[in-house]
């Protein structure tokens, strides 16, 4: 079965500092797609990214960058010079070829601090 | 495009009642889910559905029953109503995409159930 872990419950920091956000799965699948989402503080969830399990490749965009390690099983999440509007619950979720679930972790507050 | 749509957005039920969530889709998407999120646990899938007259149980499909239908709703009915089942419920969407991809799931706004 599969499952997200997510071993930080809440983290709190002051702006502009770098902040990682860990992500740990297990699957038995040998392809899957991985995802982090975001939900602020008026509870929408908000899509940040999609990697698929063949593509290992780093992502950057803007402040947010992606560590996406197999051997470890871990895709974890950077924002670089926190700001205080980068407030909310994050989640990562993992999804396997074999389903069409969508499995989540238990989400990570982030509290930037002006 | 609407997106992914529910209501209502606040619900307060008495135990026993019965009750529709309502979820309703736009984009011609043939996956279609609905997830609780219940504090320190993320969200946990309840019932899925992979096209129009097909639905499958997810984690949590206990006192829970779907339907679908139409392509574009998706209703998540609570046969009768515990204090367990106070939540925030999600409807989500997405295209299945092509053989070996998977997209993104567009998540409704969510409905805020209290059960007393």
């Known amino acids: 079965a599969q499952k997200v872990t997510q071993a930080q419950t809440e983290i709190s920091v002051v702006e502009k500092e770098d902040v990682t956000l860990d992500c740990v799965y297990e699957t038995r699948d040998t392809t899957y797609y991985l995802f982090w989402y975001k939900q602020p503080p008026s509870g929408e969830l908000v899509f940040l990214i999609r990697r698929n399990s063949f593509d290992e490749q780093n992502e950057i965009s803007g402040r947010y960058s992606w560590n996406f390690q197999k051997s470890t099983s871990s895709f974890n999440f950077t924002i670089t010079a926190s700001q205080v509007v980068d407030s909310a619950v994050y989640f990562c979720a993992l999804r396997e070829t074999s389903g069409s679930r969508l499995t989540f972790g238990e989400g990570t507050q982030l509290t930037v601090n002006p | 495009n609407a997106g992914v749509t529910q209501t209502p957005k606040f619900q307060v039920l008495k135990t026993g009642q019965s009750m529709t969530l309502q979820c309703a889709q736009d984009?011609?998407?043939?996956?279609m889910s609905w997830y609780r999120q219940d504090p320190g646990m993320g969200l946990r899938l309840i019932h899925y559905s992979v096209g129009a007259g097909i639905t499958d149980q997810g984690e949590v499909p206990n006192g829970y029953n779907v339907s679908r239908s139409t392509t574009e709703d998706f209703p998540l009915r609570l046969l009768s109503a515990a204090p367990s089942q106070t939540s925030v419920y999600f409807c989500?969407?997405?295209?299945?995409?092509?053989?070996?991809?998977?997209?993104?799931?567009?998540f409704g706004p969510g409905t805020r159930l209290t059960v007393l």
């Open positions: 984009m011609n998407h043939e996956y």
């Open positions: 989500a969407s997405s295209y299945p995409g092509l053989a070996g991809t998977s997209n993104e799931q567009f």
